[in-house]
């Protein structure tokens, strides 16, 4: 048993684990993505036996799932953070009144600040609004403790019990000793057994569990009162050390709250202790069980106290359930918190901001010196501060240098350049996509609303097109069911899906597209295209985002369509793969106009104001850092001078000339035409694996039509199924200030209608075909016709940029 | 007490510092808490851990290291170390590469931001305690060795040089040994060397 540092989330991984749990699961989100990894790492290892572990699609689904393990005797554990619990609450609800057999332990993390997060909503309210126990721990070692405590507490009870760590608590680290080998709880042997007076719920049944909801709330509230463990995580000390008197102020804390006590309690007695002031007695409770409320452990605290401060992060829950106490018995203590000024009423709170809480509560303010480390101050007269602290650079999160979504979210706002639009955003890495200069997010809400606002917008503001990105984890967690309505409602919306091929902002989690489990089976990848048919959208066009004039193709030509319509973007995401060489700007070159800066806004390229060059003179120059270029190339297709170049042409390609390449590609896309077989009975039982969706988008993609027309291949046809002027309808009666982009459309039109070509993949659309035969209720004639478009656009595809408009030269 | 701070850019490598001198900590038999910025942030934002070790065998309570508190801050790049200045304690030492990360809104700005800039405003902080900042020219040292991934044992030991920690060269090697990939430990090493 070697001590590790372990952070809180990967602590309570262990725990569970020590505690047998059997199976766990969850969906990503950021502070709790950790504690689902940690048990898959140890499982893979070897040291976990016996646990199933998965990401499911979403929190709901993970919930369900878990309930219906508990439902066979298993232990289960269930992860997300504070939205997540939003997603799983009709599951969470209604199976308290069902009750649980197998513990079922929620860890549910709040995130103060918000760090990560859309809102600072708090859990503890969630779990009294569902009457489920809460235990809230303030460190690592305790989240550890009550993670054990609340399996048998939830079967002692058969309620399902959360736990509520914060940030502070999920990343946080300390040393712990962990078993060096887990085993999970056997099922009991019955397994599930058949009652369908308790494991159906009905009004009456609802009606009768809710009374035993009620009761087993009243026992919990004792254990929380008065047993081990639940009374160590409802800990008073009081202090100072050596006070003769009774207190008379009291100080309550939650969670890393009481952490931040108890330091700051330590630094006020130090400092008193050198000012020589006495400072008045106090008695400190942490509230580690904070719903239901261990009303008699508070009533013993409050006990002789006038005063009781309460310090807590998000809601004032201690602080109502204080009053409410009060009330309730006629105490005659008063409450001060978030409620009376006296505690910050949101955000994160820290040891600082309560040492001078605590000062002033207990009446030391000016009693004390400022400094906290004073015997270090006399030394010096003035401490250290940088003079230009407001000059310092803001570093707001952006897209990664090399992330693909700057590529899709670049095309977007150049297909639409001045047409008017509303670009709903979503959540995960590419809300990102709000940032200057891309400026390309209008809206951003929850998981999946991003499509479902724009159906909105689209029925009341139909003069803009209405237009929604959603990646590629959150498309699997809650994008389906607002795909179907925009086709059973018909709105008139593009859907820009996001596809890196991870779920990239927590953590590079794996999800349904991927086919990647955490138990380390590769099972077949859902295809993002086939769900986007199956629901509706018979417009589907493919993009490379890093392929900027074939993006800006497709999504001209998806906007274009009257009704749903899609582009799928594929290019993985930087974390997953190795990166290119970096590019570099030629100083001879480089006119230091700044359009790359301004355009796409990479942070693997600077502007030295100092760099000279023949074409920049004295303007500076933009530059690039080798340490974060991964060679994506994008800014390569944006410089208008053709200043950044490539390290080594691309080693296939390296001998031949461009349309020598068109040509490889083109032979190559034949060649796996010719090998295709086709059969129209649809008993071709090969799957559809899309592998290519990460290519370079050359060489496999594909158009699904009703009959394959090989002929057509050869020959080269317009996009197809669109009519030219749909391509650029958005500039018609745009106005004089757009007629100059009028006409470049109209030669990029020419060049597509050149080098655009149609391909076939028979394998796909038999595997979509055979999918709808063999759905009893499914629809019962797929219009082919429609199914999907796929672009092929190649390198001949460059059109020449018009110079920069703007601020460049002036700069 | 002690208290690090480790400050920069998300993707410079804070965390498995923070790792590796929570690990000298221990070996030392020392109480440690380290807290760590993971999310939104390490998407290029400024990014902090904080490692706090009970040295004269107390317990440390918050993962968190008040303002005015911290014996080192380890800044990974010019301009975050000089953000979190105000987490200094009186007798702290700055420990600062140079290498500037520019980030992208700078890049926007009228006015670039420059490290060096940065570096001058750092010296004039520190003028009446010179001795209290240490500048490390991160690119000469990592060009010597020939991987930028380093940087990190590379300030690491620069922050054991100065003395303010009571944790030699050895503590550390050990410390890399039981945390760093195997594959990566000599590398490492060197960089001490």
């Known amino acids: 048993m070697a001590k590790k540092l372990l952070m809180g989330n990967e602590a309570m991984a262990h725990a569970a684990l020590e505690a047998g749990v059997r199976v766990v699961a969850g969906y990503p989100g950021t502070p709790s993505s950790e504690i689902v990894e940690t048990v898959a790492k140890l499982r893979a290892a070897g040291i976990a036996h016996g646990v199933h572990v998965e990401w499911s699609t979403n929190e709901k689904v993970a919930l369900e799932l878990l309930f219906g393990a508990s439902l066979a005797g298993a232990r289960g554990l269930f992860t997300c953070k504070q939205m997540g619990l939003n997603v799983a609450s009709d599951a969470l609800m209604s199976l308290n009144y069902v009750s649980v057999r197998g513990g079922l332990v929620l860890v549910v993390a709040d995130d103060p600040g918000p760090i990560s997060s859309q809102t600072e909503q708090d859990t503890r309210r969630f779990a009294a609004f569902a009457k489920v126990p809460v235990l809230d721990p303030s460190t690592p070692e305790q989240a550890f403790r009550m993670i054990q405590a609340a399996f048998d507490l939830s079967e002692r009870f058969h309620t399902p019990v959360i736990v509520r760590p914060t940030t502070r608590v999920d990343h946080a680290s300390a040393f712990f000793e962990v078993a060096d080998e887990t085993f999970a709880r056997p099922v009991p042997e019955e397994g599930f057994e058949r009652d369908v007076s308790k494991w159906v719920i009905f009004p009456r049944r609802a009606y009768e569990a809710h009374g035993e909801i009620n009761e087993r709330l009243s026992q919990v509230a004792d254990a929380f009162s008065s047993e081990e463990p639940f009374s160590s995580f409802n800990e008073v000390v009081e202090g100072p050390e050596g006070a003769s008197d009774d207190p008379v102020f009291g100080i309550v804390a939650s969670g890393i709250s009481a952490a931040y006590v108890r330091e700051a309690l330590q630094m006020v007695e130090e400092r008193a202790g050198r000012a020589h002031v006495k400072i008045p007695a106090y008695r400190f409770m942490q509230v580690g069980t904070p719903y239901p409320f261990p009303a008699q452990a508070l009533s013993r605290f409050a006990s002789g106290l006038s005063d009781i401060l309460v310090i807590e992060e998000l809601d004032y829950v201690l602080e109502d359930e204080l009053a409410q106490l009060a009330g309730r018995t006629h105490a005659s203590f008063n409450v001060h918190g978030k409620l009376t000024g006296e505690a910050r009423d949101r955000g994160e709170n820290d040891v600082d901001d309560v040492v001078l809480r605590i000062e002033k509560y207990l009446g030391l303010v000016g009693r004390l010196r400022l400094h906290l480390h004073e015997q270090d101050e006399d030394a010096r007269t003035a401490s250290i501060s940088y003079e230009q602290a407001s000059e310092l650079p803001v570093r707001p999160p952006v897209l990664c240098p090399g992330c693909p979504h700057r590529g899709a979210f670049y095309a977007v706002k150049q297909a639409l350049l001045k047409t008017p639009a509303v670009l709903c955003g979503d959540i995960g890495c590419y809300t990102l996509g709000n940032a200057q200069p891309l400026d390309a997010v209008d809206t951003c809400l929850c998981m999946g609303a991003g499509v479902t606002m724009a159906q909105g917008l689209s029925v009341v503001d139909p003069a803009k097109k209405a237009v929604a990105y959603i990646g590629d984890s959150t498309f699997f967690a809650s994008g389906m069911t607002g795909l179907a309505n925009a086709a059973y409602n018909g709105h008139d919306i593009t859907v820009m899906v996001l596809d890196n091929a991870t779920t990239a902002m927590t953590g590079s989690q794996p999800h349904p597209g991927t086919g990647y489990t955490l138990m380390g089976d590769q099972n077949e990848p859902l295809s993002i295209e086939a769900v986007l048919l199956a629901n509706g959208f018979s417009h589907v066009y493919h993009a490379n985002p890093l392929d900027k004039d074939a993006s800006i193709v497709a999504v001209k030509a998806a906007i274009a369509y009257d009704g749903p319509s899609a582009v799928i973007f594929e290019s993985p995401c930087i974390q997953l793969i190795k990166p290119d060489e970096p590019v570099s700007i030629d100083a001879d070159v480089c006119t230091g106009c700044k359009k790359c800066i301004t355009e796409i806004g990479c942070p693997g390229i600077g502007f030295d104001p100092l760099r000279e060059g023949p074409r920049s003179g004295s303007r500076g120059q933009a530059f690039i850092d080798p340490a974060l270029c991964n060679g994506c190339d994008l800014c390569v297709q944006v410089c208008p001078f053709k200043a950044i170049t490539f390290p080594v042409p691309d080693a296939e390609f390296a001998d031949l000339a461009e349309d020598e390449v068109f040509e490889v590609v083109e032979a190559e896309a034949e060649e796996s035409l010719a090998d295709a077989e086709f059969d129209e009975t649809n008993e071709v039982e090969e799957s559809y694996v899309d592998e290519a969706s990460h290519d370079d988008g050359a060489s496999a993609d594909s158009y699904q039509g009703e009959e394959p027309d090989l002929s057509g291949f050869d020959e080269t046809v317009g996009v197809y199924g669109l009519e030219d002027e749909e391509l650029f309808l958005f500039d018609d009666g745009a106005g004089e200030a757009d007629s100059a982009e009028s006409d470049d459309d109209a030669e990029k039109a020419v060049a597509i209608e050149e080098c655009a070509t149609v391909a076939l993949d028979p394998s796909e659309l038999e595997e979509i075909s055979a999918a709808k035969a063999s759905e009893p209720d499914g629809p019962q004639s797929v219009d082919q016709e429609a199914l999907t478009r796929r672009l092929v656009l190649t390198d001949e595809l460059n059109i020449e940029e018009d110079l920069p408009e703007e601020g460049g030269q002036d700069a | ?193």
């Open chain 2, 1 to 193: 007490m002690l208290n690090v701070m480790l400050t920069g850019v998300g993707g410079q490598g804070t965390v498995l510092a923070a790792k590796v001198l929570a690990q000298a900590a221990q070996e030392k038999g020392w109480h440690v808490r380290t807290a760590e910025t993971i999310g939104m942030a390490q998407r290029g934002g400024s990014v902090v851990s904080h490692v706090r070790m009970g040295n004269e065998g107390e317990e440390v309570q918050s993962p968190l290291i008040a303002r005015g508190c911290a014996d080192v801050i380890i800044a990974f790049e010019p301009a975050e170390g000089a953000r979190m200045l105000p987490y200094l304690a009186p007798t702290g030492v700055l420990v600062t590469a140079t290498t500037a990360v520019q980030p992208v809104t700078a890049a926007l700005a009228k006015d670039s931001y420059r490290g060096s800039v940065v570096l001058q405003g750092l010296r004039d902080a520190f003028a009446q305690a010179p001795d209290q900042l240490v500048i490390v020219p991160d690119d000469e040292l990592l060009e010597r060795i020939g991987n930028r991934k380093v940087l990190n044992t590379v300030l690491l030991a620069k922050a054991i040089g100065t003395g303010r920690l009571p944790l030699d060269l050895d503590d550390l090697r050990s410390a890399i040994r039981a945390c760093v990939k195997p594959a990566f430990v000599d590398l490492n090493l060197q960089a001490i060397g």
